[in-house]
């Protein structure tokens, strides 16, 4: 067995939300408005650098000031210290450039660390609390070997009526708008990983989409951070999401058609084909003209 080489280097991350943030960070939707990255050096066991910089949020012709009361008492930020700052766009690709130097020479906004830095930005203490974690995990002989991995995209699959599935897996997302599509709702949970084919779109009794879709999550935890996007927003549409069973999921995404699991299996090793169901057409259409339809 292969054993994996712990990575040279970790980066830390810490971002500030114009208005909830601590273990609320993100329920509310706010912008990030301040945005902290941390480079440590595990051959060494030391921080090498720390990155903080401000970002302006989009303007938005509703809102008079870009930070919250809540936002502003909690990390001691202003209205003047994000005004002119750059967008995020922008903070990203300095990040980018960042990791792909590894955090030699960066271009501003360091703090080069020898001991403890007694700053007290909000966002940089936060990331001192991460070093002194990672430090004491590699001084208790931890290895970070095993990254977690976060799906990019939605994977194909089919669920069987005999599947057993774990409750603490699935939600119920409703108030969908009627044209989404199953990768449409697995990115409104980017950041989790939903199962192979773990978007069940569910239909009214005429057979149409009701505007709920039963989605299934890899891991418990992952389905209590999807839980927390109650009221987010797809496009103008804020969405309901709740808990839901394993059942629930089967019913609506189980099929008993053990032809196309025979299919998939065969043709789908790389994930990337899948099958469709096409009704209307007409009875003396053949396979050919199906596959020649633009």
């Known amino acids: 067995m292969v054993t994996q080489s712990p990575p040279p280097y ?3 991350l810490f971002n500030v939300t114009a208005g909830q943030n601590g273990e609320n960070l993100g329920s509310d939707e706010q912008q990030i408005v301040f945005f902290v990255y941390m480079l440590y050096d595990v051959s060494n066991n030391k921080v090498v650098a720390l990155h903080h910089q401000y970002v302006r949020p989009v303007e938005d012709d509703v809102m ?3 930070l919250t ?3 502003k008492i909690q990390t001691g930020l202003n209205e003047d210290l994000i005004k002119n ?4 766009d922008q903070v990203l690709d300095e990040f980018e450039r960042f990791i792909v130097q590894k955090g030699i020479h960066p271009e501003h906004g360091v703090l080069t660390l020898d001991g403890v830095d007694q700053s007290i930005e909000y966002g940089i203490r936060h990331c001192q609390d991460m ?3 990672i430090q ?5 002989g931890h290895h970070f070997t095993e990254p977690e991995i976060i799906k990019d995209r939605l994977e194909p699959g089919i669920c069987s009526r005999n599947d057993i599935v774990d409750d603490e897996t699935v939600v119920r997302s409703r108030g969908l708008p009627w044209q989404s599509s199953d990768q449409d709702i697995a990115r409104f949970f980017r950041g989790l990983n939903v199962e192979k084919g773990g978007v069940a779109l569910c239909l009214s009794q005429q057979g149409r989409r009701n505007g709920e879709a039963l989605v299934r999550f890899e891991s418990k935890e992952h389905r209590d951070l999807a839980l927390r996007k109650h009221k987010h927003h797809l496009g103008q549409r804020y969405i309901e999401v709740y808990r839901a069973t394993g059942k629930d999921f089967v019913n609506v995404a189980g099929g008993s058609n053990t032809e196309a699991q025979v299919f998939l299996s065969r043709h789908s090793d790389d994930g990337s084909q899948v099958i469709v169901r096409m009704r209307g057409l007409p009875y003396s259409c053949s396979a050919q003209q199906v596959v ?3």
């Open 292 to 294: 020649c339809m633009p």
């Open 131 to 133: 070093a002194n974690i």
């Open 10 to 12: 970790l980066v830390a």
């Open 136 to 140: 004491r995990l590699i001084n208790d």
């Open 85 to 88: 700052a750059q967008p995020l």
């Open 69 to 71: 009361e809540e936002c």
């Open 64 to 66: 008079e000031t870009a």
